[in-house]
């Protein structure tokens, strides 16, 4: 009988020569693979434009800057303010005092009775002017219905 090259592999000649991966390094390649993938999918969840209707959040990022002078929000330019998208209420609260804002009758009103999961708030501390030299801590918030 002639000896084939498989043979010895069989009886276990030549185990030396044969290609094996230590099961700790194994388990850190997978490790490193599942990282990669995790922060791939994150990057890609991040980029992905946002296609709903504006939030609360936006609302106020765009609102805010038109009624602030010099880090003090004066409710008197809340009247003609454009951030405002169509179905939201901007309201500023202080010292006693509201003033609200929206663009149409149909903008939900803070603590309207629409359902509550229907409807984003979002809000933040100011300061706010309610007089000359007169500032006072108060909350500016946007309400909006999606």
Known sequence: MSRSSGERFIRGEGRESRAAVEPLAALVAVLAVGAALGLYVA?????????????????????????????????????????????????????????????DDEAPAPGGDRRAEAVAVAERPVTVGVGPGQNVRGTLRAVVYR
Do not use: K, Q
């Open 43 to 103: 990057a890609l969840d991040d980029a992905a434009p946002d296609r709903g209707r504006p939030t609360a959040e936006a609302t106020l990022d765009r609102v805010e800057p038109a009624v602030t002078t010099g880090g003090i929000v004066e409710p008197e330019r809340l009247r003609g303010v454009d951030g405002i998208g169509p179905a939201a209420t901007v309201v500023i609260e202080a010292d006693g005092e509201t003033w609200t804002a929206s663009p």
